[in-house]
């Protein structure tokens, strides 16, 4: 496995709280990647980030946001936590000019 | 817009039994696609790539431009080909994916 670790591996919440999930990353890759994991539709991209400081939106960004403040951690802060944002988040990296990515091993969230 | 699609949530084949795992999709330039694939409690991962042309433990998979799909295909099911498997389409250095296929073999 690529070095990415995610953190916390499972959590629950409440309705209304703020959630911030953490994706840390060894290998010096350029590109980071938050996705959602929900049956029916797969995996959706939610945010990215291309470098320090440096992001941009995916699919289904609304509701969350993200930082990079070092290039090997990438945090998604759910502002305010919906029962709709229940999922399992999947962080990823990749290289300039590699295809391929390598994904973390997930973050099970409950919103109650 | 870019899209994937893979019509089948569930495949239920028998060991020994073919397998194809369908995957369509819809893209304005050249694609690039790929397939990755989740094992029970491991990391998603790439299994292979249509640039490539291999075939990963079995599977191949043909880019077909005229029917805009890429399909995944092995002939021979084994028990440890049950996995959820993505379709995914590259777009620039982000991915595309489809909705998965949950793939069993039974014994």
């Known amino acids: 496995d690529a070095g990415i670790t995610q953190s916390p591996r499972h959590k629950v919440t409440e309705t209304g709280t703020p959630v911030t999930l953490r994706c840390h990353q060894t290998?010096?890759?350029?590109?980071m990647y938050w996705y959602r994991q929900d049956p029916g539709h797969g995996l959706r991209l939610i945010h990215y980030?291309?470098?320090?400081?440096?992001?941009d939106k995916g699919e289904v960004s609304d509701g969350y946001s993200v930082s990079r403040s070092k290039t090997e951690d990438f945090l998604l802060t759910l502002e305010s936590a919906t029962s709709s944002q229940t999922s399992v988040y999947f962080c990823a990296i990749s290289e300039w000019g590699q295809e391929t990515q390598y994904f973390g091993p997930g973050t099970r969230l409950l919103v109650l | 817009a870019q899209r994937v699609t893979q019509p089948e949530k569930l495949l239920s084949v028998f060991k020994g039994a073919p397998v194809e795992l369908k995957c369509n999709y819809s893209y304005s330039g050249s694609p690039e696609l790929f397939w990755y694939v989740q094992y029970s409690r491991q990391r998603l991962q790439l299994l292979l790539r249509h640039i490539s042309r291999e075939s990963i433990k079995g599977f191949t998979a043909d880019l077909n431009k005229g029917e805009t799909s890429f399909h995944l295909k092995k002939p021979f099911a084994q028990e440890e080909d049950s996995a959820m498997y993505y379709c995914?389409?590259?777009?620039?250095?982000?991915?595309?994916f489809g909705q998965g296929t949950r793939l069993t073999i039974n014994p």
């Open positions: 980030s291309y470098g320090v400081k440096d992001t």
């Open positions: 290998e010096n890759h350029r590109y």
């Open positions: 995914a389409l590259r777009n620039a250095q982000k991915l595309v």
